[in-house]
Structure formats: C-alpha cells, structure tokens
C-alpha cells in the first residue's frame, strides 16, 4: 500500500512538472535582456536591388503595467554599421500573456509564440490586429537533439510561383529568444516583361544572433 502511495506521489509530480514547462524561456522576458544581431537586407523597387548590412541591438529597457494588469516591456532597437556608434530605430512593446507572447511591431501586435510551445501547434498571428488572418505554426529545427531546445515559427510558407514568393520563419531558442530571422517576400513580373519571372519587387532578409546577455 506504501508502495502505490510513492508511486502515485512521483507520477502526480511528474505530471506537474510537465504541465509547468509552457516554454515561455523560448522569450526570456527580464529588464537588460538584450541581443546583438548581423542583419543582412535586400529591398527590391522596380527591379533594382538596394543590399544594406548593419547590426541590430535590441534590449528589454523599461515595463509599463496596463490598467488590465498586463506588464508590457519595451524593446528598444538600435542599428549600426560598425557596433561602435548606435542609433535608435525604433521602439516596440513584448507582453507575455498564459497562453502568447504578443510582439507590437511598431504597434502592431502580433502572437509570435504561443504557449504551451509545440511542434504542430498552429494559431493566427493577427488576432490582437485588424489585418486579415494569418496563420502561423511551429516546425523542428536541427538544433533538436533528445529534447526541444529551438522550435521554428513559421510565418508564411507560399513557395515560389509565377506572381510571388512569401517564406518568412523566425527560430526561437530556450533560454536565449530570437536567434534568427529568415525572410523572403517577393513579387514578379508576369504581365508585359521584357523577362517573366523577373524580380519587380519585395524583400530579402536574413538576421542572425552574434551576441546576447544582460545588462
């Protein structure tokens, strides 16, 4: 009888402490946060390319409590071509509901991950905005080993055609946050071109994590 008693205690604490693990380390939310990114970015405009390559610093500078109660971190994202000057880009806004952490990309909110974090999870990116919907859904990655230590969201999954082209996914590690963006939207000319299938216009951009800590 003592026997079932520690085997039903170990399988209830078991069971708890997987019902816990909602992953919301894949976007440690703490004032200081902050991450170093190499970005590469290729704006296409009536088919001529325009290649900039900067560096991206955001950081967890401030949190605002909303009258719901809701504690909101403000991002502040700063650029540079040489890590040494920094300018300021920007400013968004990361709060952390049960279920989604929303992202309000220069205000407008976006569910970059929800929660619990699972493969095959699929939900609308746009449901705190009025754009139309838009579905999101987590993919492995090689990062995977025996556990899930990075998952993929992917935000867009239109392949190439002969109008355009929309494949844009973000990696998100445990207990480190975004580490790479991967985003390819393009359109092309299919209607009087000198060359179908040309370029006419969209964007190529590629971001990766060279740093990140606390201060």
Not at 3 to 24: H, M, P, R, W
Not at 36 to 60: A, H
Not at 134 to 159: C, G, N, P, Q
Request: hydrophobic residues 40%; proline residues 2%.
């Amino acid at each position: 009888m003592l026997f079932l008693v520690i085997l039903s205690f170990a399988c209830e604490e078991q069971v708890t402490k997987i019902t816990l693990d909602n992953g919301y380390d894949f976007y440690p939310l703490e004032l200081g946060n902050y991450w170093v990114y190499e970005v590469e970015k290729v704006d296409i405009l009536g088919f001529i390319p325009d290649t900039s390559r900067y560096y991206l610093r955001e950081e967890l500078t401030d949190t605002l409590l909303s009258e719901s109660g809701i504690v909101k971190y403000f991002l502040e994202r700063q650029v540079s071509e040489d890590q040494i000057t920094w300018e300021v880009d920007s400013v968004w806004t990361v709060h952390r509901l049960d279920q989604a952490l929303v992202v309000s990309e220069n205000n407008l909110p976006l569910i970059k991950l929800t929660f619990p974090v699972k493969v095959g999870g699929i939900w609308d990116g746009n449901a705190y905005n009025n754009q139309a919907e838009s579905l999101f859904y987590y993919e492995t990655t090689d990062l995977d080993i025996d556990s899930l230590e990075a998952v993929r969201v992917v935000l867009s999954d239109i392949k190439k055609n002969i109008v355009n082209q929309d494949e844009r996914s973000e990696i998100y590690e445990r207990g480190v946050g975004l580490i790479s963006k991967e985003y390819i939207k393009l359109n092309f000319c299919s209607v009087n071109c000198e060359f179908p299938g040309e370029i006419e216009s969209g964007m190529v951009l590629i971001q990766k994590l060279i740093e990140h800590g606390q201060n």
